[in-house]
Each structure stands twice: as C-alpha cells, then as structure tokens.
C-alpha cells in the first residue's frame, strides 16, 4: 500500500497586527490597517470556499487580538470544523521581548482561543518567524503538541531546546512554500516586485511532486488571508490544491493530527 504525502494547509490570519505590533501608531493610520482588515473580512469567506470546493482541511494560526476583535469570522473557521491554533496575542515579535512578557503574550493567546473555541490550542507559530531562548519552555509549560517554526526539514522531527530533544513535534516548512516573500506589498515596501500568480503555482506543484517522491517528508504551505485572499493569488493555490488532488497521492490533514500521527514514531526513535 502507497502511503500518501501529508499536506498540511496553514494559513495566518494576522489581520492588522501585522502592522499595528510593529509601528506604535499603527493604528492610526488607516490606509496601513485597512490592509489588515482585508484578510479576515474578504480573503477569509474566499479561502473557505475553496477549502469546501474540494473538501479540504486547513489549519489556522491566530493572534489573540483577532480572535477577540473578529469574532463572526473566527466563527466561521470554526463551523468548517477547521482547527485555531497559537500564534501569540498582539503579534509583536517575540524575539524584542522578555521572557516575561513573551510568557504574557502566551497567556493571553491561550485564553482567547479557549474562550473563542473551548478547546485549547496543541501547536504554535511564532509572529516573528523566530525562538527565542524561551519560547520551547512555554510551549512545553502550555503542553502544546507541535510548533511549525523551523525551516530545517521537509519531514518532521522532535523539537530540541539548547541540546535538549523535547517531545514536541516541529512541522517545518519553507519560504518558498509561503505567499508572503512572493506576494506581501505593503506602505513599507514600496517599489516591491511582486511574483506572477503562474510562476507561485508552478513552484508550489513542483515542490510538491518533488516532496511526494520522499517517504516520510510533508508538503506544508503557509499563507495569509490578506495575501492569498486575493483572487489572482487564490487562483495559484486552487491550482496547486486541484494538482494535488489529480494527482491522487496527497492526504490533506490538520497539523495537530499529523502531529498526533507521527510523535510515537519519532518519540520511539529518540529513546535510549
């Protein structure tokens, strides 16, 4: 029997914190945070649709602050029995924080999804795109399952904090296989190339027939719903998901259930 190439779906709903956590004025300038507004409130219902139109499974990371402040929307991501998982609370980059206030950054997520889902969250994503010394003690004190965070694989494979191998899953992935390096233009970005729908999609399907040759590795994407909620950049992940779909050796599935999947192996494996 053929086992099938995972393929895990994530998509980060920053909303306006992407800009609102790195400019202390940010929220008062609207043209910036209108840019957020456009993921949750237009990009979101589109994503969704897709998702259903090919009876798909997707994962999302979520600020505190946008689940507290978009609460119809977070709704909706749940009604399509898709998971919400950590992705701090204001989204400030934990790599400028104490430990302290990353630790509070940790609290104030975790509430806010429990109290949005009534489920706690099993994985993290750093709003920075880095650990800092801190961050895989906080995980292992909220017992979170999994983090996706490094770049270092295309299988996965136990966390290790300073030497130590932990039994938290990390599901790595690439910038190649996230929207943002190809398709984020924002007021600080001015003069930015952006790539062609076409030539994302012909790297995303040909990443894939590459990633499903090897036994063992995932195909994870990450995207943003103000970015790929776009109808010409949603175009290149309908046709990386219909690739994906024809070719018929793919296996969509959540992070936290592939996590759930893989640990007992992985854990086996680095037993004594």
């Known amino acids: 029997m053929t086992t099938r190439t995972p393929v895990l779906l994530t998509f980060d709903m920053d909303a306006e914190t992407l800009w609102t956590a790195r400019d202390p004025d940010g929220a008062n300038k609207p043209v910036w945070v209108s840019q957020g507004h456009y993921g949750p409130k ?29 609460p119809a929307e977070i709704e909706s991501i749940l009604s399509a029995g898709i998971d919400i998982e950590h ?18 950054e940790f609290q104030k997520g975790f509430d806010a999804i429990v109290s949005a889902t009534g489920r706690k969250p099993l994985g ?41 191998v932990t039994d938290i899953v990390e599901l790595p992935f690439a ?36 990633i499903s040759t090897e036994p063992g590795a995932h195909f994870m994407l990450g995207m ?10 949603l175009w290149a992940l309908e046709e990386t ?15 936290a259930d592939y996590a759930a ?5 992985l854990v086996e494996a680095n037993t004594p």
């Open 124 to 164: 993290w994503r750093s709003p920075a795109g880095e650990l800092t010394p801190h961050s895989v003690g906080l995980m292992e004190q909220y017992e979170f399952s999994f983090s996706s965070n490094l770049f270092d694989s295309d299988t996965a494979h136990l966390l290790s904090d300073a030497g130590r």
């Open 261 to 265: 999947r893989v640990r007992p192996g």
């Open 87 to 104: 992705h701090s609370y204001s989204h400030t980059w934990s790599d400028g924080l104490s430990r302290d206030a990353e630790a509070e």
């Open 241 to 255: 998901i219909r690739h994906i779909v024809d070719a018929g050796d793919g296996e969509f599935v959540s992070c």
């Open 42 to 70: 237009v990009g979101l219902p589109r994503i969704l649709r897709l998702l259903e139109k090919y009876g798909v499974t997707a994962t999302f990371f979520v600020p505190g602050q946008v689940i507290e402040r978009y």
């Open 175 to 210: 910038w190649a296989l996230d929207d943002a390096p190809f398709f984020l233009y924002s007021n600080r970005l001015q003069g930015r190339v952006m790539s062609a729908p076409s030539a994302v999609a012909e790297t995303w399907i040909r990443e894939y027939d590459g």
């Open 224 to 233: 943003h719903p103000q970015v790929i909620g776009r109808h010409s950049r």
